[in-house]
């Protein structure tokens, strides 16, 4: 199997709105490296590599090997440009990393045994969908999951409830007490209104003199 986070790219020299088309036209991609006190780079990737790995959630938290030219350089992915309607993948950014340094990535939420939770007769509803967090680059999970099977009927849990794994910090909660934001909640069923009941009353017709 192709390993999905290692990337061959070419160094471009080529710039400019008008050579970034013809490198689509080419079914190629283009993309810029940065970080780590060094120059930026432009690239240029094959877009069928690109598009079947961005299909993966774990290529939006993993690190990434880029090949530049063939040499390998460790990075992640900052920010990712798509056609509002084409299957396209339009522009890359990808930030330089050091195993040495920390780096804030967003990571996925996965939901565990929702359909437990909503037995009790309550709706789930999603605050959150990723957590802001800060690690080493060895510690990167590919995704945070959240058990919601105990929820009971108007509970909410926060992001300090959520526990995290070794050596991973929220960057909200490193804010502060104020920053300790809703994650998920049980919220109780909404009751449809009975229209026989709750439906003014017809005003009565003025009698004819």
């Given amino acids: 199997m192709t390993d999905l986070f290692t990337l061959d790219a070419e160094v471009r020299t080529d710039l400019g709105k008008g050579a970034s088309r013809r490198l689509r036209h080419a079914n190629k991609v283009p993309a810029i490296i940065y970080g780590e006190g060094k120059a930026p780079i432009s690239l240029t990737l094959e877009h069928k590599n690109v598009f079947r790995a961005q299909q993966e959630e774990a290529f939006y938290s993993h690190v990434l090997t880029i090949n530049v030219d063939g040499k390998p350089v460790e990075c992640l992915l900052k920010d990712m440009q798509r056609h509002p309607f084409k299957q396209l993948v339009m522009h890359l950014d990808f930030l330089r990393i050091n195993a040495k340094n920390a780096v804030q990535v967003n990571a996925p939420i996965h939901f565990l045994n929702e359909d437990e939770a909503e037995k009790l007769g309550g709706v789930i509803a999603h605050q959150m969908n990723e957590i802001a967090i800060t690690c080493l680059p060895a510690d990167i999970p590919e995704y945070i999951e959240i058990d919601v099977a105990n929820l009971e009927i108007g509970q909410t849990l926060h992001l300090s ?12 909660l490193a804010k502060g007490e104020s920053h300790d934001q809703a994650v998920v909640s049980l919220n109780a069923p909404k009751v449809a209104n009975d229209d026989s009941e709750d439906a003014p009353e017809a005003p009565e017709e003025a009698s004819a003199e």
């Fill in 161 to 172: 409830d959520i526990t995290l794994p070794k050596g991973v910090t929220s960057d909200e």
